[in-house]
Every structure is written in C-alpha cells, then in structure tokens.
C-alpha cells in the first residue's frame, strides 16, 4: 500500500507565490520519478512538470522559468514552488509518483489534489 498526499494550496493574488509539497508512503522499493499536474475547471488534467530520481527536472512551456520542481529524496517528498503566479494557473494541483518494488513492479499513483487560485 502506498499514498500520496499534497498540501501547500490556497488563494494568492496574481503575481504572488505559493509552495505545494507532496509527501509519498507505504510499502515500496523505491521513488522513481515524481510529477505535478493541474486540472482547471472544464479543461483536462495537464502535465505541469516532472522531476526524475536524480533530480532532471523538465516543464511544460507555460511555466517555465517561473515555476521549480524539486525534491527531497530523503523525506520521499516533491515540491512545486510557483512563482509570479497568473489566474490562468488557478486549478486543482495533482502529484503523481512512480513507484518501484522489489518484484520489478511499477505502481502509479495520485494525490487528492491541492487548489490553487490566483485572483487577479
């Protein structure tokens, strides 16, 4: 059993910043890669960015140069610090982590989502 739980959302005016965490547990091998996603409201569920194991962080174009993934290995947690911050980056913010076992096994698996809302 594994879970992931992200926290750190809530209502910042636009040009702000706001820092999301995500914490993964349980019963695994390893972490492999982590990601964010964010799904706003009538859109689907886009790909944010994601960060590999050794730290190889890759965005989508959108934020670039004001968002930063991160990660500590150590305490199996994923950070999202956003910066200058937009309305149009107002959605439900999702982590994804990759998780490996012992038999080779590769698990998926989401958090409940964090808001996030930008005023302008």
């Known amino acids: 059993q594994v879970q992931v739980v992200e926290s750190g959302g809530g209502l910042v005016q636009a040009g702000g910043s706001l820092r999301l965490s995500c914490v993964a547990s349980g019963r695994f091998g390893s972490i492999n890669a982590m990601a964010w996603y964010r799904q706003a409201p009538g859109k689907q569920r886009e790909l944010v960015g994601t960060v590999t194991s050794g730290g190889i962080t890759n965005y989508q174009d959108s934020v670039k140069g004001r968002f930063t993934i991160s990660r500590d290995n150590a305490k199996n947690t994923v950070y999202l610090l956003m910066s200058t911050l937009k309305p149009e980056d107002t959605a439900v913010y999702y982590c994804?982590?990759?998780?490996?076992?012992?038999?080779?096994?590769?698990?998926?698996?989401w958090g409940q989502g964090t808001q996030v809302t930008v005023s302008s």
């Open positions: 994804n982590v990759e998780f490996g076992f012992r038999s080779g096994a590769i698990l998926y698996s």
